[in-house]
Antibody
Framework: QVQLVQSGAEVKMPGASVKVSCKTSGYTFTGYYMNWVRQAPGQGLEWMGW????????NYTQNFQGRVTMTRDTSISTAYMEVTRLRFDDTAVYYC?????????????????WGQGTLVTVSS | SYELTQPPSVSVSPGQTASITCSGDKLGDKYACWYQQKPGQSPVLVIY???KRPSGIPERFSGSNSGNTATLTISGTQAMDEADYYCQAWDSGVVFGGGTKLTVL
């Protein structure tokens, strides 16, 4: 069965960086875009961007350009998302989510599997 | 940038039908999907491609999309359906609605 298991909660100082991992199993890792979605406390879902695990190419939303880096390690079927220069308003739960249908098919996509979420708290 | 608008809250009595709307410019020309999120849990896909239900999602969940509005309908609403619901569409990237809190009372 498909599983996305994320790394544990983090507490960081303002200005620091955080790197969250998303280990996958149960499907071909390189066959599907991996997305990252953020949810601030009491707020809605915010799409951050995606990585093509096959090529390593990325697509970040404008809100996160320059501060977010998405990478992957295909040997262990794991995706990573790093946020630099953390601010207090980066405090949120960060989710990885698989996009369906797979890479190579054009058109709309939806998220069929999600990780359990990683709480990142930015506090001084 | 493209925007999707949802009502902040909807209330429904147990056993009745709940309808949650999602509005966006010419949304009917795109595909919409819906997620359910309960407190402390990850979102769960309940409708994709406007009307399709993933396996394991009860038949009481249905969707439609026409004109500028997509609608999630829950027939015979149960207490377990109380949750936040988010619509999502694709417009040169992923766009989420602001979410609707469904209260079953």
């Amino acid at each position: 069965q498909v599983q996305l298991v994320q790394s544990g909660a983090e507490v960081k100082m303002p200005g620091a960086s955080v790197k969250v991992s998303c280990k996958t199993s149960g499907y071909t890792f390189t066959g599907y875009y991996m997305n990252w979605v953020r949810q601030a406390p009491g707020q809605g879902l915010e799409w951050m961007g995606w990585i093509n695990p096959n090529s390593g190419s990325t697509n970040y939303t404008q809100n996160f350009q320059g501060r977010v880096t998405m990478t992957r390690d295909t040997s262990i079927s794991t995706a990573y998302m790093e946020v630099t220069r953390l601010r207090f308003d980066d405090t949120a739960v960060y989710y990885c989510a698989r996009a369906y249908p797979g890479i190579g098919l054009a058109g709309t996509r939806w998220f069929d599997y999600w990780g359990q979420g990683t709480l990142v708290t930015v506090s001084s | 940038s493209y925007e999707l608008t949802q009502p902040p809250s909807v209330s429904v009595s147990p056993g009745q039908t709940a309808s949650i709307t999602c509005s966006g410019d010419k949304l009917g020309d795109k595909y919409a999907c819906w997620y359910q999120q309960k407190p402390g849990q990850s979102p769960v896909l309940v409708i994709y491609q406007d009307t399709k239900r993933p396996s394991g999602i009860p038949e009481r969940f249905s969707g439609s999309n026409s004109g500028n509005t997509a609608t999630l309908t829950i027939s015979g609403t149960q207490a377990m359906d109380e949750a936040d619901y988010y619509c999502q569409a694709w417009d040169s990237g992923v766009v989420f609605g602001g979410g609707t809190k469904l209260t079953v009372l």
